[in-house]
T-cell receptor, first 115, second 111 residues
Framework: DAGVIQSPRHEVTEMGQEVTLRCKPI?????LFWYRQTMMRGLELLIY????????DSGMPEDRFSAKMPNASFSTLKIQPSEPRDSAVYFC?????????????FGPGTRLTVL | GDSVTQMEGPVTLSEEACLTI???????????LFWYVQYPGEGLQLLLK?????DKGSNKGFEATYRKETTSFHLEKGSVQVSDSAVYFC??????????FGTGTRLLVSP
């Protein structure tokens, strides 16, 4: 059974460019989460969706960041324009929300470097 | 707000030594507690969890007990292996899906 799939695994771009990170959640899961991991700030929740609807985007750093989930099997996190301080590992996670404690399953991450 | 505090790393042990990684939490409600493990170059994997006070989570020889009176969820293993070298994250969920993570503790096990 495939886990959470993220692409690309590595992205190197120049400041000012647009970056799009992609995520395919586990089939059947109805919640999706985007996290950012840095040495300085650790793991931060950026945004999460339930049934494709954004529920909480309070962790999104600023307007340069946007996330979409057009259907149950795909989500994107876009940074436009990118800045060097956006360099981090971005994780996508998914879970099945059934009213009990949800276990989040993480993808392998996208390592983003903005020069 | 809710928070998780973990012991600073790295924790360096020899193979077959005993492991304890301390984790304490602050929460207003009755959170569920988790330990996740991150191996180099990989995403986080759920190691174990506990959903109510006095529950014990266990997996792969690791254990942690939800202690409400001390607001703790310490991770323990009786005999570590080199393959256990990784970063371990303690986390809580307030029931509204959001996970709050600790800063992570790196474990290094030498042969």
């Amino acid at each position: 059974d495939a886990g959470v799939i993220q692409s690309p695994r590595h992205e190197v771009t120049e400041m000012g460019q647009e970056v799009t990170l992609r995520c395919k959640p586990i089939s059947g899961h109805n919640s999706l989460f985007w996290y950012r991991q840095t040495m300085m700030r650790g793991l931060e929740l950026l945004i999460y969706f339930n049934n494709n609807v954004p529920i909480d985007d309070s962790g999104m750093p600023e307007d340069r960041f946007s996330a979409k989930m057009p259907n149950a099997s795909f989500s994107t996190l876009k940074i436009q324009p990118s800045e060097p301080r956006d360099s981090a590992v971005y994780f996508c996670a998914s879970s099945y929300r059934d009213g009990h404690t949800d276990t989040q399953y993480f993808g392998p991450g996208t390592r983003l470097t903005v020069l | 707000g809710d928070s998780v505090t973990q012991m600073e790393g790295p924790v360096t042990l020899s193979e077959e030594a005993c492991l304890t990684i301390n984790c304490t939490y602050t929460a207003t409600g009755y959170p569920s507690l988790f330990w996740y493990v991150q191996y180099p170059g990989e995403g986080l994997q759920l190691l174990l969890k506990a959903t109510k006070a006095d529950d014990k989570g266990s997996n792969k020889g690791f254990e942690a007990t939800y202690r409400k009176e001390t607001t703790s969820f310490h991770l323990e293993k009786g005999s570590v292996q080199v393959s256990d070298s990784a970063v371990y994250f303690c986390a809580l969920s307030d029931g509204f899906q959001k996970l709050v993570f600790g800063t992570g503790t790196r474990l290094l096990v030498s042969p």
